[in-house]
């Protein structure tokens, strides 16, 4: 590696944040000067990536803590995108970082990627908020999240690194993502493309049959941002710290929400049903509210529902646009973007000759 050359290295670059980022990485203007490097976990994926990108793929997972700390050591910039929520894993990479700085002076930076679930509430869908968190205002969130909150112990474990002068510490935080990955990495077929949230609501909604569902009144507000917006962020950062690493935001104040709108949960819903009824997939556009017991069968946790689908988690990001971040995607393209993500995941029609086949059989069984 030449000593001139950024080290980056990346985790989660199969997946939908990563993938996307990590397509930006290999497109940016800068790019002959990254030495890249990705970890990814599994063996057809990385031989892909190996084929296509100009990156050094190295084999494994979050689990293989001493590779985490290795890899993290040789970087100049870690991009943690594959799971918010793995502390051992981020301690891993911190530990890297770590050792970097001690032996060379210089501070690394972390961008960790978590998300505005540790700014829910427990409203169920029932009731919006007028709390909103400004990014701007880090006392905002010490003193009105609790440490228990989503991904909270990993922002905090992060934020304590970044204290102890160890490395730079930037938390992206999205909300509620939308639209679907693009670009030769998801065309493989092997990149997962979709996002959480709104996929979460459209499988469940199909799964349980009755048309599409609502976490109560569905009154409760998130913000959205697109998925390209998304990976500009990270680039926005990158280029941030590449330029003027001492005068960014970290630590304590490192924490970037994105959003770019807001959206009631019943207007999500009711767009939902309107493209069942479009595609001849329910009968009545009108949301029904899911039960406990449907949350639970086809979530696995009604709790993972009523978070994910009937919280307020309100914010605006107001530190990343002064870093120079402008979202292009709007409210009006998260709905637009709704029926392609319901057309998605419906079921594949059969052929017409195989469904008169079926139709035969019913009717002469
Ligand atoms: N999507 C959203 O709306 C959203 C919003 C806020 C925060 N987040 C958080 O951001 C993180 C990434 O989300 P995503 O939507 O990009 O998820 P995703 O599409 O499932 O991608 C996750 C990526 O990380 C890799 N990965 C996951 N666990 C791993 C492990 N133990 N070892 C090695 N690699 C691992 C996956 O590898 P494989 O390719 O092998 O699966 C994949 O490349 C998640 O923690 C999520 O909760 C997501």
Same mark, same amino acid.
Not at 298 to 314: D, H, K, T
């Given at each position: 590696?030449?000593?001139?050359?950024?080290?980056?290295?990346?985790?989660?670059?199969?997946?939908?944040?990563?993938?996307?980022?990590?397509?930006?990485?290999?497109?940016?203007?800068?790019?002959?000067?990254?030495?890249?490097?990705?970890?990814?976990?599994?063996?057809?994926?990385?031989?892909?990536?190996?084929?296509?990108?100009?990156?050094?793929?190295?084999?494994?997972?979050?689990?293989?803590?001493?590779?985490?700390?290795?890899?993290?050591?040789?970087?100049?910039?870690?991009?943690?995108?594959?799971?918010? $929520?793995?502390?051992?894993?981020?301690?891993?990479?911190?530990?890297?970082?770590?050792?970097?700085?001690?032996?060379?002076?210089?501070?690394?930076?972390?961008?960790?990627?978590?998300?505005?679930?540790?700014?829910?509430?427990?409203?169920?869908?029932?009731?919006?908020?007028?709390?909103?968190?400004?990014?701007?205002?880090?006392?905002?969130?010490?003193?009105?999240?609790?440490?228990?909150?989503?991904?909270?112990?990993?922002?905090?474990?992060?934020?304590?690194? $970044?204290?102890?002068?160890?490395?730079?510490?930037?938390?992206?935080?999205?909300?509620?993502?939308?639209?679907?990955?693009?670009?030769?990495?998801?065309?493989?077929?092997?990149?997962?493309?979709?996002?959480?949230?709104?996929?979460?609501?459209?499988?469940?909604?199909?799964?349980?049959?009755?048309?599409?569902?609502?976490?109560?009144?569905?009154?409760?507000?998130?913000?959205?941002?697109?998925?390209?917006?998304?990976?500009?962020?990270?680039?926005?950062?990158?280029?941030?710290?590449?330029?003027?690493?001492?005068?960014?935001?970290?630590?304590?104040?490192?924490?970037?929400?994105?959003?770019?709108?807001?959206?009631?949960?019943?207007?999500?819903?009711?767009?939902?049903?309107?493209?069942?009824?479009?595609?001849?997939?329910?009968?009545?556009?009108?949301?029904?509210?899911?039960?406990?017991?449907?949350?639970?069968?086809?979530?696995?946790?009604?709790?993972?529902?009523?978070?994910?689908?009937?919280?307020?988690?309100?914010?605006?990001?107001?530190?990343?646009?002064?870093?120079?971040?402008?979202?292009?995607?709007?409210?009006? $393209?998260?709905?637009?973007?709704?029926?392609?993500?319901?057309?998605?995941?419906?079921?594949?029609?059969?052929?017409?000759?195989?469904?008169?086949?079926?139709?035969?059989?019913?009717?002469?069984?």
């Amino acid at each position: 590696m030449s000593a001139s050359k950024t080290n980056i290295f990346i985790t989660g670059a199969t997946g939908y944040i990563g993938g996307s980022v990590f397509q930006r990485l290999v497109q940016h203007p800068n790019a002959a000067n990254f030495n890249l490097t990705a970890l990814v976990r599994s063996p057809e994926k990385a031989k892909f990536v190996r084929e296509n990108f100009p990156v050094n793929v190295v084999e494994g997972s979050n689990a293989d803590l001493d590779k985490l700390t290795d890899l993290s050591e040789r970087a100049d910039v870690v991009l943690n995108i594959a799971d918010s $929520d793995d502390l051992a894993a981020a301690n891993a990479i911190m530990q890297g970082l770590k050792r970097r700085h001690e032996k060379t002076g210089v501070k690394p930076t972390l961008i960790h990627t978590s998300g505005t679930g540790f700014l829910v509430d427990d409203a169920r869908g029932m009731f919006s908020t007028d709390k909103i968190y400004h990014d701007s205002k880090p006392e905002e969130i010490e003193n009105g999240v609790p440490d228990s909150a989503l991904h909270r112990n990993v922002d905090l474990a992060v934020i304590d690194a $970044d204290r102890k002068g160890w490395l730079r510490g930037l938390i992206i935080s999205p909300p509620t993502i939308f639209g679907m990955g693009s670009g030769p990495l998801f065309d493989s077929g092997l990149v997962n493309k979709h996002s959480l949230q709104i996929p979460l609501l459209i499988k469940i909604s199909l799964a349980r049959g009755r048309g599409a569902g609502v976490v109560g009144e569905g009154k409760s507000i998130w913000n959205h941002v697109h998925i390209d917006d998304v990976a500009d962020s990270y680039i926005v950062l990158l280029d941030a710290v590449l330029k003027n690493p001492d005068t960014i935001p970290h630590g304590r104040e490192g924490i970037y929400l994105l959003e770019n709108g807001e959206h009631t949960w019943i207007d999500v819903s009711k767009a939902v049903g309107k493209a069942f009824v479009q595609l001849g997939l329910a009968k009545s556009a009108k949301p029904v509210p899911f039960t406990e017991a449907e949350l639970q069968k086809y979530i696995g946790s009604s709790f993972m529902g009523y978070l994910a689908l009937g919280s307020n988690a309100r914010g605006r990001a107001e530190q990343i646009r002064t870093l120079g971040w402008k979202p292009k995607y709007t409210t009006a $393209d998260l709905f637009a973007n709704i029926k392609p993500e319901v057309q998605a995941h419906a079921p594949a029609k059969k052929p017409f000759v195989q469904r008169v086949a079926v139709k035969f059989q019913q009717i002469f069984h």
